[in-house]
């Protein structure tokens, strides 16, 4: 008997290191059902705004082309802008015309006096006889110029040497001298 009470004992000890396993794996089975019992309400709640603030697909596409002339309207100049820009393009177009007006007058003045100085001038048929008439008096006036020339007498020499002043002075003693100046 005693040979079965350890048996019934050890049998005993046995089941209850099985209930203690059996206890602690259905306490984590517990809990993991609770976690997945959370998980799934969780899920349920998000299902449920998302029905709530789902996007239709039409407001989805409509959406997307808005979106994509805000971004091409981000690209645009503004109206003011536009305008004050338009404004500086005409006067820089105003200010060149007067510039281009002021240069063309002045173009057409120095045309004018170019013209009237070419008018002044005289012309290749009338420049022979004016040269001719020059030749004929520059003649007639070196011809006058001989004939009022003195006749001197005609040296051979290149050129003479003629003591101008009155007064020399001696070479050896430096004192003044008073001598008449040799000829004519």
């Known amino acids: ?63 997307i082309d808005v979106k994509a002339d805000k971004s091409a309207l981000a690209g645009k100049v503004s109206r003011t802008q536009f305008e004050a820009s338009m404004e500086r393009l005409n006067e820089m177009v105003q200010e060149t015309l007067s510039r281009v007006t002021g240069q063309e007058q002045g173009w057409h003045q120095v045309q004018r006096q170019l013209s009237e100085e070419m008018d002044s001038k005289l012309d290749r048929l009338e420049l022979g006889p004016f040269r001719q008439q020059l030749e004929e008096h520059w003649k007639s006036i070196l011809a006058q110029l001989k004939d009022k020339a003195p006749s001197t007498e005609a040296d051979d020499a290149a050129g003479i040497k003629k003591q101008l002043l009155a007064h020399f002075h001696c070479v050896s003693c430096d004192r003044p001298l008073s001598m008449l100046v040799p000829g004519p």
């Open 1 to 63: 008997d005693e040979e079965l009470l350890r048996r019934i004992q050890a049998t005993v000890v046995q089941v209850q290191g099985d209930y203690k396993k059996l206890s602690s794996v259905t306490g984590n089975l517990l809990d993991d059902h609770h976690q997945k019992q959370k998980d799934i309400e969780a899920l349920f709640q998000s299902l449920e705004r998302l029905e709530k603030e789902k996007a239709d697909k039409e407001d989805l596409v409509l959406g």
